[in-house]
C-alpha cells in the first residue's frame, strides 16, 4: 500500500502563490507517476499536473502551463506543486495521486490517492 498526505492548501488573493506538498510512503516501488488533480464543487475532478519518478518530466494541463511547477523535494518521497498567479479559477480541493502506469491524464488510471488539501483564491 502507498499512503499520500497533501499540505500547504490555505487562502489567497487573486494573483497570490501557494506551494503544496505530497508525502509518500509506503511501499513506493514501481510507482512511475505523480500526479495533481482538482476538484471544484459541481465539477468533475480534473487534470492539473503529473511528473514522472524516473526522469523528472513533467506535464501540465493548458489552465496551468506557466504558472504551475512540479518539482521533487530533497527525498524522493516527497513532491511539490508550486503554484503562482494564482486566479480565482484555481480554487478547488487539490489531490496528488501516485500510479505505477504511464498514462497521467485520467484520474481512473491513477492507483493512491490522497485526501486533498483545498486551495481557496479570493477576487
Known amino acids: 500500500q502507498v499512503q499520500l498526505v497533501e499540505s500547504g492548501g490555505g487562502s489567497v488573493p487573486a494573483g497570490g502563490s501557494l506551494r503544496l506538498s505530497c508525502a509518500v510512503s509506503?511501499?513506493?516501488?514501481?510507482?512511475?507517476?505523480m500526479g495533481w488533480f482538482r476538484q471544484a464543487p459541481g465539477k468533475e475532478r480534473e487534470f492539473v499536473a503529473a511528473i514522472r519518478t524516473i526522469g523528472l518530466n513533467t506535464y501540465y494541463a493548458d489552465s496551468v502551463k506557466d504558472r504551475f511547477t512540479l518539482s521533487r523535494g530533497n527525498t524522493k518521497n516527497l513532491w511539490y506543486l508550486q503554484m503562482n498567479s494564482l486566479k480565482p479559477e484555481d480554487t478547488a480541493r487539490y489531490y496528488c495521486?501516485?500510479?505505477?502506469?504511464?498514462?497521467?491524464?485520467?484520474?481512473?488510471?491513477?492507483?493512491?490517492w490522497g485526501q486533498g488539501t483545498q486551495v481557496t483564491v479570493s477576487s
Open positions: 495521486a501516485a500510479a505505477r502506469g504511464d498514462d497521467y491524464f485520467y484520474s481512473r488510471l491513477y492507483d493512491y
Open positions: 509506503g511501499d513506493t516501488f514501481g510507482i512511475y507517476t
